[in-house]
């Protein structure tokens, strides 16, 4: 996926609901990879939305696939 391939989907206008669903569908999909050392998923949920807070990522969702992930914006 790159730049012209989605659309940013704030991450403030979801519901909290919405939000965590998709954050841990994220952390639990196959080859998700964090390095050598396993986190438990309330640690890898914590370091995604502070990664959303502090923008450095970004949800990001592709219209042509009708899927979604969380991009890196450094």
């Given at each position: 996926?790159?730049?012209?391939?989605?659309?940013?989907?704030?991450?403030?206008?979801?519901?909290?609901?919405?939000?965590?669903?998709?954050?841990?569908?994220?952390?639990?999909?196959?080859?998700?990879?964090?390095?050598?050392?396993?986190?438990?998923?309330e640690t890898?949920?914590?370091?995604?939305?502070?990664?959303?807070?502090?923008?450095?990522?970004?949800?990001?969702?592709?219209?042509?696939?009708?899927?979604?992930?969380?991009?890196?914006?450094?």
């Amino acid at each position: 996926m790159n730049d012209t391939d989605y659309v940013e989907i704030p991450w403030q206008k979801l519901s909290p609901e919405a939000l965590q669903g998709m954050l841990e569908e994220l952390v639990s999909r196959d080859g998700t990879d964090y390095g050598e050392q396993e986190l438990s998923t309330e640690t890898k949920i914590s370091q995604l939305r502070n990664a959303l807070a502090q923008k450095r990522a970004a949800i990001a969702f592709c219209p042509d696939s009708e899927s979604w992930t969380v991009i890196s914006k450094t």
